[in-house]
């Protein structure tokens, strides 16, 4: 089955794995947030995206998941 194929490729259990992609998610999402509020605003959340869109990528590098699949 192609979620257990996954999770065993990236070593998580569901609930390691729903957290993570969670946390990634919404994180995401706050940042497209802030984008918004920066497009109307422009003085407003001027790096915040860009800085949470590399934070991400740090830390999904640090984790070894930077191997091309989706989270």
Do not use: N, W
């Amino acid at each position: 089955m192609s979620l257990t194929r996954h999770l065993d490729d990236v070593g998580e259990t569901y609930g390691e794995h729903f957290a993570h992609a969670g946390g990634y998610g919404v994180s995401l999402i706050l940042a497209g947030l802030a984008c918004l509020v920066h497009a109307a605003l422009p003085f407003i959340f001027e790096r915040t995206a860009s800085l949470r869109v590399q934070k991400l990528h740090a830390h999904m590098a640090s984790r070894g998941r930077m191997d091309g699949q989706v989270a």
